[in-house]
């Protein structure tokens, strides 16, 4: 998703999430020199709104780099190699069908507790 900021850059939202996940995101980003930024996740569509959700935004044109970066510090924290993919979650939340991480205890997107 992109949009323009108010500086009048275009912008590519590259992670959505709480304000604690989104903190972490930057910092990955900032170790890898990526220039980025928080914002409200309302900009992202209204189905963000009242979720107190954040999204991280980087130049429109870093876009496929910082995804990139997060997705291979994602995998290092979740000690997923490339090409295996059976460590990736089949499961889906019964909610609002988000793919799940294996033994979470709850639902990223919308917040449904598992027992």
């Known amino acids: ?8 850059i275009e912008h590519a939202a590259v992670f959505i999430g709480g ?13 890898a020199e990526v220039p980025n930024q928080l914002d ?3 900009r992202a569509g209204e189905q963000f709104a009242s979720r107190g959700y954040y999204l991280v935004s980087v130049a429109a044109d870093a876009a496929t780099h910082a995804r990139d970066v997060i997705e291979k510090q994602l995998r290092e924290d979740l000690q997923i190699h490339p090409g295996d993919e059976s460590q990736i979650a089949e499961e889906r939340c019964p909610a609002c069908g988000t793919l799940l991480v294996p033994g979470c205890a709850s639902c990223q997107e919308c917040g449904l507790m598992f027992e």
């Open 19 to 31: 304000l604690e996940e989104c903190k972490y995101v930057m910092d990955v980003l900032g170790a």
């Open 1 to 8: 998703m992109n949009y323009t900021g108010e500086d009048g």
């Open 40 to 42: 409200v996740a309302e």
